[in-house]
């Protein structure tokens, strides 16, 4: 029986250098899947968040050209974070993105849909964390030093941020779009990045592409997280409170998911859209669909836990509101009824002294008529 060549402790010694490396064949890891310990777990978490911020950051500098100097820094800093992710997470994305290019070259709308969901169900918390990360701008937008308690003044600032972040979002998509596609036809670094400059800039062909996106990420940041996060922070109206407060934690977190989820479905869908419309007016055959539904699934799978959170938290928030409301007006309602019990009790002591006083006079007239 022939020995199974691949056992050989000193396979390939032959060769010059090999003697230094070991048989990888003997490895007892060769093939294993990695696996990751809780401390990796917790800082993979920790990266997709801090990837998130720095890509919701990225998203506003990109408004002055995806390419400039702070955009360029940031996405440094992106990738470098990335790099720091455990292996584990590492060979768990590009095992997704393998699916996910399977599920595209399919032409299945299903299959992209479930092969990005997965995305999701691969790192749920990682997933949520890098989009409430990438929202932060718009979210901290509300508590910007000066606005005071101005309802007004702070959903504009949020507003105004989200049609930004919306902007270079899809900047940003359509410049790193071009770019790749042209790399894997073969042009140049320099050539890849000229036409990519192209394809985002205002005065090109995609300008449409990059006004909706703005349009879309306004009324992202006028609704959902961004306007519980208004309310969180005491500058929402008053009188919302008895019916945001009006479902328990369940229903809150199932409203605030409903809120935020669609919208976030729909700018991941147009992001992917604008991508694959800039694409074809490069020449490239690429189908005008092809990853939408399921870019919009997976942003929306990840926006909505974001937003039952926050549900969670204005549910509260109003509840304990309307309590501190309701003792107020109990004790505002206890001092007026004691107020009048005391107004009340004097009345009756003044008639009762004026009724003493004159019986008290018809006694001494009584006595002087004897």
């Known amino acids: 029986m022939a020995q199974n060549p691949f056992s050989d402790p000193n396979l390939g010694s032959d060769l010059v250098g090999a003697r230094e ?4 064949f003997l490895d007892p890891d060769l093939g294993k899947k990695p696996t990751r ?8 978490s920790a990266i997709g968040a801090g990837t998130g911020v720095v890509q919701g950051v990225k998203m506003l500098s990109d408004v002055a050209g995806a390419d400039n100097a702070v955009s360029r820094g940031l996405g440094k800093a992106a990738d470098a974070l990335t790099y720091l992710e455990s292996p584990y997470r590492k060979a768990q994305k590009q095992e997704r993105a393998a699916k996910i290019k399977t599920a595209e ?12 969901a997965g995305a999701f169900a ?10 409430l990360g990438t929202a932060a701008p718009t979210l901290a937008a509300a508590a910007i030093p000066g606005l005071g308690q101005a309802a007004l003044a702070s959903r504009a600032a949020q507003i105004g941020v989200g049609v930004a972040q919306g902007v270079g979002n899809i900047k940003g998509s359509i410049h790193e779009a071009t770019k790749q596609k042209y790399l894997e036809a073969g042009a140049s670094e320099s050539e890849a990045m000229q036409r990519a400059d192209a394809a985002q800039a205002y005065g090109g062909d995609n300008l449409g592409s990059i006004a ?11 609704t959902g997280a961004e306007s519980a996060m208004r309310r969180l922070l005491g500058r929402g109206v008053a009188s919302e409170a008895a019916e945001r407060a009006a479902p328990g934690i369940v229903r809150s977190a199932v409203s605030g998911a409903a809120k ?13 859209l604008a991508g694959n419309l800039a694409l074809q007016g490069e020449g490239f055959d690429v189908p005008t669909w092809q990853g939408v539904a399921g870019q919009a699934a997976l942003e929306g799978l990840a926006a909505a836990p974001v937003g039952g959170g926050f549900g969670v938290a204005d549910g509260a928030q109003a509840r304990a509101q309307l309590r501190a409301d309701t003792q ?30 004159a019986q008290d006079a018809a006694v001494v007239r009584a006595g002087a008529l004897v």
């Open 212 to 222: 909706l996106g703005g349009a879309l990420g306004g009324v992202a940041g006028d």
């Open 260 to 272: 935020e989820a669609p919208m976030e479905a729909v700018q991941g869908g147009q992001e992917w």
């Open 105 to 116: 070259a399919s032409g299945s709308t299903w299959e992209e849909m479930k092969a990005h």
């Open 21 to 24: 490396a070991p048989n990888p």
């Open 37 to 44: 310990s809780i401390v990796h777990s917790l800082g993979d």
């Open 122 to 131: 691969d790192a749920p918390i990682d997933t949520t964390l890098n989009a």
């Open 328 to 357: 107020a007006r109990q004790r505002t309602q206890a001092a007026i009824d004691s107020a009048e019990a005391l107004t009340r009790q004097a009345q009756d002591e003044r008639r009762a002294a004026a009724v003493q006083s």
